[in-house]
Structures are given as structure tokens and as C-alpha cells.
């Protein structure tokens, strides 16, 4: 009897436990199903009532010569970034390891991009490259923001790693006779590995996102996220729903890899 | 006359030379002089903080000595960085390499002499059979048991077949069983080798169990260096004989020559007769060191006095190992003693609060200098 009366306010809390979550997860995902219910919705006006199922948005959004070569740009910068943006990342968390004078002032440059919000991080970059006398593009401009924009989180994802790598693994190969570069060719990259990759595709989804920094210095080239504005501002395109949907499949995909590759590199360690 | 080339079959496999090493303003080792001989079982022993595994680390070249030289084979290794050293080392925590499995771990050290495949095949095989590891061969680190691990540590160090094996405290994760057990295996494999080996343990009886020689080492110093025998034996100071074994320690005044190289030391009316260190100078006063097992128990009613009884007390405690019991005394002049009897039959017969006579044969208790 007893365990009945103290199972009672526990059951109350439990319904609204159930309630505060199910509003919480409504709230997050009603609009990406809307979208992907809109993007198959046979209407060439966005929006309800669904008229009927068609995937014809999807291959006009494909068949988009302007679209496809955003869509292209993006994910050839996003890759070149990321790979960029990862590689310095890694040369700085090696070095971190180590103690240097002035390390926590490099540290907060190193992380400054983070807390600079975008809008004046895209008019600072503008403004530097004014001065630079540099042309605004896809390849040079575009691609120094991004780096800079990915550079913090591509550090902030793999520090902890090499932080936390156990030197006297390090010690163990050079004393069996590996110097320095083969220390890190066969012992130290091989183990860290799974993180780079990692690594890489955080910075590849981040690229691959980015809208403010990236209209401050484009110039005329587009990527994704600049076309769709531009769609959206012009003529509200009926495709924009399935290929909010595209972008959206490509950025989860890639980070719930780089997930998956985290959680195995700090289970191995 | 040794011209240079031959150096290295006669003298010291590994000579250290006045080394010191200071960190910031803290001193981990003040100018040790130590050789250590070819085909040694060398131990460094001492409390964490000693400087044992410092001076180890010197040997392998992973820290730089602040003083002083190293000489293995008869050669400098002053300006020799590690990975060119003929040391390997067999790490605390094994830093087996985990992205590989047992054949690559120990295949590492002859990869990277650029031995050829079938030779490295060949001694991989040979070193996975020394250690009992044949059938893992291919098994990846992770899925091995701690003792498996462990000799894949030792497989992957002596398959370079190193002039000196470095080990530092690799035995200190194990339990009991398993522990004793690769002593023993790691004492057959030096035996069977002939390597150098040089281990550091804080663990006495480790050390006494495995080693030709120790050193005992505390506060950057070798305070003392002798055979476990010697050692155990032949205390010199006050820290050895309190850090090896069990003893009763007595603060004493010398009061005279006791003959046979015996001298008779006092403390609260206990009289011993004491040896000494041969390197001892003469003492007025130190310390009396006497092994529970060497002070002999026996009830105080049923005896008569013999020549050896140095005192009489009660028993306050009473602990039963099994193979012995000990026994806490308090003397009639109030100090404490500890006795310990590997006589079951006879510990039997006294239980705590029994009035009991104590006695300690001459040249049993040793007179140690105080710290």
C-alpha cells in the first residue's frame, strides 16, 4: 500500500516529463518534416494544402544548371577547407602539447572567430580584403573566410584528443628506434586517425553552411546557401523545400560520421 | 692496455659517473656513481620520489642528466638520443602501441632498423615463443589479458636483444598471483638471455626475490648497494634496515667491544651484541636493528634463564600469518618489542597478556648508523 501512495506524485511527474519532452522534440523537428513534406508536394505555390505526392521538385532542383554549380562550388570548397582548416588545427594542437610562452594569448586567437558574430566578422573580412586590394571569389576570398571560420572548431575538436595522448607511447617507439617524423608517421597519426577524419567532416559541414561570412566577400561567384538566398529574395523558387531537404541529408550525414568516428578513436584511447 | 674498440667486453655494461639531475630548484638525484656489470639482474629500490625512476630514464636517454656521464659499452651516450641507444625500456604502463596487434608491437623496434622481412618474421617468432605468446600472434593488443600484455611488452623490448633492459616498476598493476608468477618468468628469461636487466621497484621483496644485486636509493642518493643478502643482512644506515624487511629499531649507545668483531650496544637495559657493516666507521651511538624473526619468544613460566635473554615483557598483540605469528611485547622497561616465531606449535602455547622472556643470540641484531 505504502509503495502505492509514494508511486503516485512519482507517476505525475513522469506524464509531465513525457509531455515537456514530446513539445521539446515537436518544436525541433515539426519544421524540418514540414519542409520535407513540402518539398514532395505536387503545388508550384510553397506551402499547404498537399496536393498530391511528386519527387518533380527534386529533379527540377537537380536539373538547375545554377543551383548544380553552387551546389558543386560548395562541396569542392567545403572539402578543400575542411582539409586546410584540419591540417593547421592539428600542427596547433601538436604544438599545444607543449608548454610556450604566451600559449593561453594564441590560444584566444586561435578562438576568436567563435565569439566575433558573423555579421561583423564578414565586414571585418571585407574590409581586410579591401585593403588587401584583394578581387572577391570563390577561391581566394571566400576560401580564407572559411578557414578562419572552421579553424576554432576543427582545434577544438582534435586538441582534446592529442592532449590526452599518452606520451609514453611516444617514448616506447623512439626507444625501439623511430625518430621523430616516423613517431608520428607510424605511432602518433595512425592513433589519432579516426579523429582527423572526424575532424575534417565537422569542417566540411561547417563550410558547407556558411551564409553570412561568405556574401560579405563572394564577389559573383555563388555557393549553396547564397544561391538559395538569392532564389528566396528573387522568385520564390518552388525547388527550395527539396533542396532544403538535400542540404540538410548532406550536413547530418557527414556529421553523424564524424560522430561515429569520434566516439571510436576516444573509446580505443 | 684495453684499446677502444675493445672496451665493452671487460669493464661495466653500464657506467654512471657523478650524475645529478635537478628539475626547477627540486634535486631528483645528487651525483651518483653506480657500474653495473654484464649479465646483471640490477635493482634501483627506494619510496616513490627517490630518484630511481629518473636515474632509469637517464640510462634511455628520455631525460638529459644535469651533471655528470653515462658510459654503456665503454661509450659516452652523453650526446646519443634515444631511438640510437642499445637500451630498450619496458614502460609502467606498457605503452604497448594499440592500433596494432602482438606480431606488429613486437616487429616495431627491427621495422625500424630496416630489417629485412623474413629475418624480422623469424625473430618475431623466436621472441613470441620465448614469452609464451605463439598463438596470439595476431590477436590486436586490446583483447589481451594484463600478463599477456605483459609479455608482449617484454617480447617487443628483447626481441632488439638490447645490451641493457630498462624496467620500470612493470610489474605494479598486476595482482599478487600474477605478479609473483612474471617474476619468476622475467628472472628465467634474463637467465636464459644474458642481457643486462635493470629494474626499479618501491616493492622490497620484488627486488630481493629477482635481483644479483640492489641499490637502494632514497632523497637522489644510493644508500646502499650490496647483494639482497648484503642488504638484508648488513644494514648500514637506519632508512635500509627500516625500509627492507621488518625490524625493531632501537636507539642504542655503544658501551664496548663485544669480541668477534661484535660490539655490545645498549637501550633501556636491553644489551645486544650487534654487527656491523664492514664499512661502518666506529659508532658511539646509532641504531640497533633486530628482525622480528630473530628475537626468540618462549612463556616466562616454564623456563629457566638462558645466555641469550635480553629481556622480559607481556604480550600485548598477538597476529597469526599462517607460516609464523607475531608478537607484540612491552618490556619490563617499557619498550617495545616485536617478535615474530615460525614455530606454530610453540606460538600456540602464548596468548596475549602472557608474561613472556625474550631472547636474541649474538650477532643476530645489527648496529645501524642513524639517518
Known amino acids: 500500500m505504502s509503495a502505492g501512495l509514494a508511486a503516485r506524485p512519482y507517476r505525475a511527474y513522469k506524464v509531465l516529463l513525457v509531455i515537456y519532452a514530446v513539445t521539446f522534440f515537436v518544436a525541433l523537428y515539426a519544421p524540418l518534416v514540414t519542409i520535407a513534406v513540402l518539398s514532395f508536394n505536387d503545388s508550384s505555390i510553397t506551402g499547404f494544402p498537399f496536393r498530391g505526392f511528386t519527387t518533380r521538385w527534386y529533379a527540377s532542383a537537380l536539373g538547375n544548371p545554377q543551383l548544380l554549380s553552387a551546389f558543386l562550388n560548395s562541396v569542392l570548397l567545403g572539402i578543400v577547407a575542411a582539409v586546410m582548416a584540419t591540417t593547421l588545427a592539428l600542427l596547433l594542437a601538436m604544438a599545444f602539447r607543449r608548454d610556450f610562452r604566451m600559449k593561453g594569448a594564441v590560444l584566444n586567437l586561435i578562438l576568436a572567430p567563435i565569439v566575433v558574430p558573423g555579421i561583423v566578422g564578414g565586414i571585418i573580412l571585407l574590409i581586410f580584403f579591401g585593403y588587401l586590394g584583394m578581387r572577391p571569389s570563390l577561391w581566394s576570398t571566400v576560401l580564407v573566410a572559411h578557414v578562419n571560420w572552421v579553424l576554432p572548431f576543427a582545434f577544438l575538436t582534435l586538441y582534446p584528443r592529442l592532449h590526452g595522448f599518452d606520451s609514453s607511447v611516444e617514448e616506447a617507439a623512439m626507444d625501439l628506434g623511430a625518430r621523430r617524423h616516423q613517431v608520428f608517421a607510424y605511432i602518433v597519426f595512425p592513433m589519432i586517425r579516426p579523429a582527423v577524419i572526424a575532424t575534417m567532416l565537422f569542417s566540411f559541414s561547417l563550410s558547407f553552411d556558411e551564409f553570412i561570412r561568405t556574401i560579405f566577400v563572394i564577389g559573383f561567384d555563388r555557393t549553396m546557401p547564397i544561391q538559395f538566398w538569392t532564389m528566396i529574395i528573387e522568385e520564390l523558387a518552388p525547388e527550395l523545400p527539396a533542396m532544403a531537404v538535400m542540404i540538410i541529408v548532406i550536413s547530418s550525414v557527414t556529421a553523424l560520421i564524424g560522430f561515429a568516428l569520434m566516439g571510436k578513436s576516444t573509446r580505443r584511447s | ?371
Open chain 2, 1 to 371: 692496455m684495453t684499446s677502444p674498440a675493445d672496451s665493452g667486453t671487460d669493464g661495466p655494461i653500464v657506467a654512471i659517473d657523478g650524475v645529478s639531475k635537478s628539475f626547477g630548484g627540486f634535486t631528483a638525484l645528487q651525483r651518483i656513481d653506480l657500474d653495473i656489470a654484464r649479465g646483471e639482474f640490477f635493482s634501483l629500490l627506494g619510496p616513490s620520489g627517490c630518484g630511481k625512476t629518473t636515474l632509469l630514464r637517464i640510462i634511455g636517454g628520455f631525460e638529459d642528466a644535469s651533471t655528470g656521464d653515462i658510459r654503456i659499452n665503454g661509450r659516452s651516450v652523453r650526446d646519443v638520443p634515444a631511438f640510437q641507444r642499445a637500451t630498450n625500456m619496458i614502460f609502467q604502463h606498457l605503452a604497448l602501441f594499440p592500433h596494432m596487434n602482438v606480431t606488429d608491437n613486437v616487429a616495431f623496434g627491427l621495422k625500424m632498423k630496416r630489417m629485412d622481412r623474413a629475418s624480422i618474421a623469424i625473430r618475431v617468432a623466436t621472441a613470441l615463443e620465448q614469452v609464451r605468446l605463439k598463438e596470439f600472434a595476431t590477436r590486436p593488443v586490446d583483447q589481451l589479458s594484463g600478463g599477456q600484455r605483459q609479455r608482449v611488452a617484454m617480447a617487443r623490448a628483447l626481441v632488439n636483444d638490447p645490451d641493457v633492459l630498462l624496467l620500470d616498476e612493470p610489474l605494479g598493476a598486476l595482482d599478487l598471483q600474477l605478479r609473483l608468477h612474471m617474476q619468476e618468468e622475467l628472472r628465467r628469461l634474463q637467465r636464459s638471455l644474458g642481457n643486462t636487466f635493470i629494474f626499479v621497484t618501491h616493492d622490497q621483496e620484488e627486488a630481493m626475490r629477482m635481483s644479483d644485486r640492489i641499490a637502494v636509493m632514497d632523497g637522489g642518493q644510493i644508500r646502499q648497494l650490496g647483494t639482497p643478502e648484503d642488504i638484508y643482512e648488513r644494514p648500514r644506515s637506519r632508512f635500509v634496515a627500516s625500509f627492507i624487511g621488518h625490524a625493531n629499531l632501537l636507539p642504542a649507545r655503544v658501551i664496548g667491544d663485544a669480541g668477534a668483531g661484535l660490539v655490545m650496544a645498549e637501550c633501556d637495559g636491553i644489551r645486544l651484541a650487534c654487527r656491523t657493516h664492514p664499512e661502518t666507521p666506529p659508532l658511539r651511538t646509532g641504531t640497533i636493528a633486530v628482525r622480528y624473526e630473530k628475537v626468540g619468544i618462549r612463556p616466562a613460566a616454564d623456563a629457566a634463564a638462558a645466555a641469550d635473554d635480553i629481556a622480559t615483557g607481556r604480550v600485548v598483540e598477538r597476529v597469526y600469518f599462517g607460516s609464523a605469528v607475531r608478537f607484540q611485547v612491552v618490556g619490563s622497561n617499557g619498550t617495545t618489542l616485536t617478535a615474530q616465531l615460525a614455530d606454530v606449535e610453540l606460538a600456540r602455547s602464548i596468548a596475549e597478556n602472557d608474561e613472556v622472556i625474550l631472547s636474541c643470540a649474538p650477532g643476530a641484531a645489527v648496529l645501524v648508523e642513524d639517518d
